[in-house]
Nanobody, 121 residues
């Protein structure tokens, strides 16, 4: 019913920047919270950043001041601007979007397949 497609990952040197995008398509009545998670090898998936419908944002402490989450409601898209990337940011990054597919339904969380971010010299 709803598909999420992430893009923008890749290999970058320490101190570099990347911008991730996640576009939602399909049966969408409304979109609520939009989030970015990441999972590094051997570690649990962690919530990196979140943005609600009103534009309020939250970040995990390790990325505060370096990452910026934003959304374009007209394009059903969430972005993650990542600056001053460090090797510890290396992970697969996933977007998760809470979608309401019809007015009579509540929101359900949908996930993208992930995009690899590698920070290495």
């Amino acid at each position: 019913q709803v598909q999420l497609v992430e893009s923008g990952g890749g290999l970058v040197h320490p101190g570099g920047s990347l911008r991730l995008s996640c576009v939602a398509s399909g049966r969408i009545f409304s979109i609520n919270a939009m989030k970015w998670y990441r999972q590094a090898p051997g570690k649990q998936r962690e919530l990196v950043a979140a943005i609600d419908r009103g534009g309020r944002t939250n970040y995990v402490d390790s990325v505060k001041g370096r990452f910026i989450i934003s959304r374009d409601n007209g394009k059903n898209t969430v972005y993650l601007q990542m600056n001053n990337l460090q090797p510890e940011d290396t992970a697969v990054y996933y977007c998760s979007i809470a979608v309401q597919t019809a007015s009579i339904y509540g929101s359900s969380d949908y996930w993208g397949r992930g995009t690899q971010v590698t920070v290495s010299s």
